[in-house]
C-alpha cells in the first residue's frame, strides 16, 4: 500500500518560515516525479513546485507565486521530500499536498499524479 504522509503545517506570522516534510511507503520513489500542491479556501487545487531525481540530475520547477521563497528538496535513501517555506504571505494560507507520480516527466497538472498524501494546513496571520 502506497502512503504519502505530510507533516509540517501550522499558523505563522507572515515573513516566517515553514518546513514540510512528505514521507512516502510502500514502494520507492526513486523513479518517481513527486510535487507539492496546495487548496486555498474556496480555490482549486494549485500547482507549488516539483521535483525529479534522475540520478545525475535534480530537475525542479516552481510556480511563480513561491519562486525565490520556497525551495523543494528530497531524500531518496530516505523516501522523503520536503518544502522550504520562506518570507511565507497570507495569500500562502492553503492546505498543502505532496503528491507522486509513475514517471519522471514533472508536470504541474494535478491530475496526472497517481498518489496524495492526506494534506497539511497551513495559516499565514497579517
Known amino acids: 500500500q502506497v502512503q504519502l504522509v505530510e507533516s509540517g503545517g501550522g499558523l505563522v506570522q507572515a515573513g516566517g518560515s515553514l518546513r514540510l516534510s512528505c514521507a512516502a511507503s510502500g514502494r520507492s520513489f526513486r523513479g518517481y516525479s513527486m510535487g507539492w500542491f496546495r487548496q486555498g479556501p474556496g480555490k482549486e487545487r494549485e500547482f507549488v513546485a516539483a521535483?525529479?531525481?534522475?540520478?545525475?540530475?535534480?530537475?525542479?520547477d516552481y510556480a511563480d507565486s513561491v519562486k525565490g521563497r520556497f525551495i523543494i528538496s528530497r531524500d531518496n535513501p530516505k523516501n522523503a521530500m520536503y518544502l522550504q517555506m520562506n518570507s511565507l504571505e497570507p495569500e500562502d494560507t492553503a492546505v498543502y499536498y505532496c503528491?507522486?507520480?509513475?514517471?519522471?516527466?514533472?508536470?504541474?497538472?494535478?491530475?496526472?499524479?497517481?498518489?496524495w498524501g492526506q494534506g497539511t494546513q497551513v495559516t499565514v496571520s497579517s
Open positions: 503528491a507522486a507520480r509513475k514517471t519522471m516527466l514533472v508536470t504541474r497538472d494535478p491530475h496526472e499524479y497517481d498518489y
Open positions: 521535483i525529479k531525481w534522475s540520478g545525475l540530475n535534480t530537475y525542479y
